[in-house]
C-alpha cells in the first residue's frame, strides 16, 4: 500500500507505517517521484520520499513516539 497525503505530520505517519504500508508520499510529488514509488512498490521493496524519511528517523530517536501510538480499538 502506498500512501498518497497532504498530511505530513509524525503522529499519522508513524500510525501508517506501524500498520503496514509500503510506502508513504506527498500528493504532490511529481511524475519522477511518483513512478519511482510505484515501481519500487511493485518490486516488493519499500518507498518512504525524504520529507517522509525525515519524520520516520526523529520517530526513531525517541522511541516513545512508536509505542502506543495506535489506540488499542487500532
Do not use: W
Not at 6 to 33: H, M, N, Q, R
Not at 39 to 52: L, V
Request: net charge negative; hydrophobic share 40%; glycine share 6%.
Amino acid at each position: 500500500v502506498l500512501v498518497m497525503s497532504d498530511c505530513v505530520c509524525e503522529l499519522p505517519v508513524i500510525t501508517a507505517v506501524k500498520s503496514g504500508i509500503s510506502g508513504y508520499i506527498k500528493k504532490d510529488v511529481d511524475k519522477e517521484e511518483l513512478h519511482r514509488a510505484l515501481k519500487s512498490i511493485a518490486a516488493g521493496k519499500e518507498y518512504f520520499s525524504q520529507e517522509i524519511s525525515k519524520i520516520l528517523m526523529e520517530g526513531l530517536m525517541n522511541k516513545s513516539k512508536f509505542e502506543n501510538s495506535l489506540t488499542e480499538r487500532e
